[in-house]
């Protein structure tokens, strides 16, 4: 389900978080030690005095993988600050109540009347085994639904969105007295999909059903091309699916990479050292938040 591991995989941990009932994880085809990747972000012009490192994450993990490293961890330790995609995950409650306000308006078509009859079948499949009803999925806008139906698929592989990276690195943060800050609200994550055009909403829908037999394979190839670092794999896993959609691609990806650089010189411009951990999609390709520092005259090395 390469929509939900790319660009859904966060949204669809808020949507898990507030589940209690997740099966037992199934067996999964991933690599347990790995290097994911990193960046190192320094200033070469007057006033870039700060410094960055940069850590791709995935948001959802498997309980048995190593992907600590002592590069990784000398860099969490050289940081005064972490700064990650979007705080309040950790209330699922508030979380839930900012979805369902944005998810649900009046006078939606009917769920299956917004995809080709072809895909009804596989429809029926993903709720009949999803922890929420036809009904409920009627009363969403399509963004809200593909979201809904991406959270329950990732849901059955038994994955529980309390141990990905960011939950882990916002711990051990918080443990040692660091602040902890972000470069979007839930609001406005959720904003980027609520002002989609319908035209690429149902796109999204559409891919979230035509991809739910392969969600297994799909978040195997993904968690693999992240932990072991290859950049290449995860730019090939994101330019698929609906991405391929330029008007889709430039509301999910490129705006909020441009803004997050922006975000990010801003911060650059005082001293300091933070650790920047946001989905490993957003750091990689032309797009990337770190190509666009680089170009504006900060130097940037990989250094895992």
Same mark, same amino acid.
């Given at each position: 389900?390469?929509?939900?591991?790319?660009?859904?995989?966060?949204?669809?941990?808020?949507?898990?978080?507030?589940?209690?009932?997740?099966?037992?994880?199934?067996?999964?085809?991933?690599?347990?030690?790995?290097?994911?990747?990193?960046?190192?972000?320094?200033?070469?012009?007057?006033?870039?005095?700060?410094?960055?490192?940069?850590?791709?994450?995935?948001?959802?993990?498997?309980?048995?993988?190593?992907?600590?490293?002592?590069?990784?961890?000398?860099?969490?330790?050289?940081?005064?600050?972490?700064?990650?995609?979007?705080?309040?995950?950790?209330?699922?409650?508030? #979380?839930? /109540?900012?979805?369902?306000?944005?998810?649900?308006?009046?006078?939606?078509?009917?769920?299956?009347?917004?995809?080709?009859?072809? *895909?009804?079948?596989?429809?029926?499949?993903?709720?009949?085994?999803?922890?929420?009803?036809?009904?409920?999925?009627?009363?969403?806008?399509?963004?809200?639904?593909?979201?809904?139906?991406?959270?329950?698929?990732?849901?059955?592989?038994?994955?529980?969105?309390?141990?990905?990276?960011?939950? /882990?690195?916002?711990?051990?943060?918080?443990?040692?007295?660091?602040?902890?800050?972000?470069?979007?609200?839930?609001?406005?994550?959720?904003?980027?999909?609520?002002?989609?055009?319908?035209?690429?909403?149902?796109?999204?829908?559409?891919?979230?059903?035509?991809?739910?037999?392969?969600?297994?394979?799909?978040?195997?190839?993904?968690?693999?091309?992240?932990?072991?670092?290859?950049?290449?794999?995860?730019?090939?896993?994101?330019?698929?699916?609906?991405?391929?959609?330029? /008007?889709?691609?430039?509301?999910?990806?490129?705006?909020?990479?441009?803004?997050?650089?922006?975000?990010?010189?801003?911060?650059?411009?005082?001293?300091?050292?933070? *650790?920047?951990?946001?989905?490993?999609?957003?750091?990689?390709?032309?797009? #990337?938040?770190?190509?666009?520092?680089? /170009?504006?005259?900060?130097?940037?090395?990989?250094?895992?």
């Amino acid at each position: 389900m390469r929509i939900t591991t790319t660009l859904l995989s966060l949204l669809a941990s808020l949507l898990l978080s507030a589940c209690n009932n997740a099966p037992d994880p199934v067996s999964l085809n991933t690599v347990k030690v790995g290097t994911p990747a990193l960046w190192k972000v320094t200033g070469t012009q007057p006033g870039q005095v700060g410094t960055a490192y940069m850590f791709g994450t995935i948001h959802i993990l498997p309980d048995d993988v190593e992907w600590r490293t002592p590069v990784l961890e000398a860099a969490i330790a050289d940081s005064d600050k972490l700064v990650i995609e979007v705080l309040g995950l950790d209330d699922p409650q508030n #979380a839930a /109540k900012i979805f369902s306000r944005l998810a649900v308006s009046p006078g939606q078509e009917k769920l299956d009347t917004r995809i080709d009859p072809s *895909l009804h079948a596989d429809l029926d499949r993903i709720i009949d085994s999803a922890n929420i009803s036809e009904r409920t999925l009627n009363r969403m806008e399509s963004w809200a639904a593909a979201l809904s139906l991406a959270s329950a698929q990732t849901q059955s592989l038994g994955l529980d969105s309390s141990g990905g990276v960011e939950k /882990k690195l916002t711990d051990q943060f918080a443990k040692a007295g660091k602040p902890i800050e972000a470069l979007e609200t839930i609001e406005l994550q959720l904003g980027y999909f609520d002002k989609l055009p319908e035209a690429q909403q149902r796109q999204m829908l559409t891919s979230v059903i035509e991809e739910s037999s392969n969600s297994q394979q799909e978040f195997e190839q993904l968690f693999n091309a992240w932990i072991t670092g290859d950049i290449e794999h995860i730019v090939t896993l994101t330019d698929s699916g609906i991405l391929t959609d330029p /008007k889709t691609r430039e509301y999910l990806l490129v705006r909020r990479n441009a803004d997050w650089a922006e975000q990010l010189d801003k911060r650059l411009q005082n001293p300091g050292t933070s *650790l920047i951990a946001v989905g490993t999609a957003h750091l990689a390709g032309p797009d #990337a938040v770190q190509a666009t520092l680089a /170009k504006r005259g900060y130097k940037v090395e990989k250094i895992q």
